[in-house]
């Protein structure tokens, strides 16, 4: 009478997973779907949307995605299919691929940079 059927992966468009501050993840992430990072992964990261890494958050390791938008730290390689944006407060420090590049005054961006879309 009141069965519940698993949602389909359309229904996963548009939810956003999140990482809460004060976590550390040793390890790699897949998500189908967008997530923010106010946490601490060391490890990679792999999205078919978009990440999000907040003030607090950090990433050491690899990132792909189709969108990014950085506030915290980041050091690795990140591609970047279409907007990588980086805020005031962001360090990122590494290798960079991206379709469009967006940095607000203030942020630190020390790293070798291409700009192409990735097929």
């Known amino acids: 009478m009141f ?3 698993p949602k389909p992966y359309t229904d996963l468009l548009g939810k956003t997973n999140r990482i809460v501050e004060g976590t550390t993840i040793n390890g790699d992430i897949v998500s189908p779907a967008d997530f923010r990072l ?5 490890g990679n990261f792999q ?8 003030p607090a958050g950090s ?12 506030e915290g730290n980041f050091e690795g390689k990140i ?19 991206c379709g469009k590049l967006s940095v607000e005054p203030g942020a630190d961006f020390s790293a070798t940079c291409v700009m192409n879309p990735i097929v």
């Open 3 to 5: 069965s519940k059927s």
């Open 38 to 42: 106010d946490g601490h992964l060391i």
């Open 47 to 54: 999205s078919n949307g978009k990440i999000v890494i907040g």
């Open 59 to 70: 990433v050491k390791g690899d990132i792909s995605c189709i969108n990014a938008d950085i």
């Open 79 to 97: 591609q970047v299919a279409e907007l990588l944006n980086l805020k005031a407060n962001a360090s990122v420090r590494g290798e960079v691929i």
